[in-house]
């Protein structure tokens, strides 16, 4: 079943993106922790459980989603900190995991973006479109020029021109990055109108992001497959192509989700 059939943009359907990337986030976080941390395990299967049950709920679609968005505040809170308590270990030196600090860094990010996100639904507050993009478009290609490293940090060195590719576009992803922040400042909020420079921007990181989306779905195959040399988990493919679905589809409706 392709991933885009479990992905729907109704109050529910935002809940649910974000739970299971939570959810993804604590299973592949399992496969990189040493044995000898015994307790950092047990806190993440314990996550695991606890973000795979509301993952179940929500998906029933018959939880009221002020109660779900509740519980999945206090679930990605606890999330959160056991992120920041692992980094905090990681900087230290003192825990054994194969997951880079500046993964966990890039799902603590997206911990708080989604407090944010769900926060801000529940305010019922309309943000601008102009604020709208901004904020997405900082948002998530920094998240985007991170999973492209991430891609090259599990792709065995022996695939060099996967390498190539995978670099070529991180660097793209950058500066579309750099550009979101310069826009960010040169136009500060309340941004009343969307500017031609700023709407010009959007459509072309809707481009690039599609663009991503289809490369990682690419890769997403060969992976499974197992084609490739690579100690990636095997969906995690999938699950930065929904980031980069969802990156584009809130840029088009202009909107927060
Ligand atoms: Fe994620
Ligand atoms: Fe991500």
């Known amino acids: 079943m392709p991933y885009t059939d479990n992905y729907e943009r109704d109050t529910n359907g935002i809940i649910i993106f974000w739970i299971r990337n939570h959810y993804d986030h ?3 976080f399992d496969r990189e922790i040493s044995h000898h941390e015994m307790e950092l395990a047990h806190a993440n299967q314990n996550m695991i459980q606890i973000l795979g049950n509301l993952l179940k709920k929500a998906e029933t679609k018959t939880v009221d989603c002020k109660i779900l968005i509740d519980e999945v505040q206090q679930a990605t809170q606890k999330w959160h900190s056991f992120l920041s308590y692992a980094i905090a270990r990681a900087l230290r030196c003192e825990v054994i995991i194969s997951t880079p600090t500046a993964l966990l860094d890039h799902m603590k990010r997206e911990a708080k973006e989604s407090i944010f996100v769900l926060d801000y639904i529940q305010s019922g507050d309309k943000a601008s479109p102009a604020d709208a993009s901004i904020h997405e478009s900082y948002f998530w290609l920094r998240q985007m020029s991170d999973h492209l490293i991430f891609i090259s940090h599990y792709l065995d060195a022996s695939n060099y021109e996967l390498h190539d590719e995978v670099k070529q576009k991180t660097s793209k992803f950058t ?3 750099l550009q979101a ?3 960010r400042t040169m136009m500060p909020s309340p941004r009343k109108e969307v500017l031609p420079v700023l709407s010009n921007f959007n459509q072309m990181v809707i481009k690039e992001a599609k663009v991503l989306e289809a490369f990682k779905l690419e ?8 084609a490739a040399v690579t100690t990636s988990p095997p969906d995690l493919l999938e699950h930065i192509a929904r980031e980069a679905h969802h990156l584009w589809r809130n840029l088009e409706e202009m909107v927060i989700s």
């Open 181 to 183: 922040n310069a826009l």
């Open 175 to 177: 500066n579309l990055f």
């Open 26 to 28: 604590a299973r592949f």
């Open 219 to 226: 890769l997403d195959d060969i992976i499974k497959h197992c």
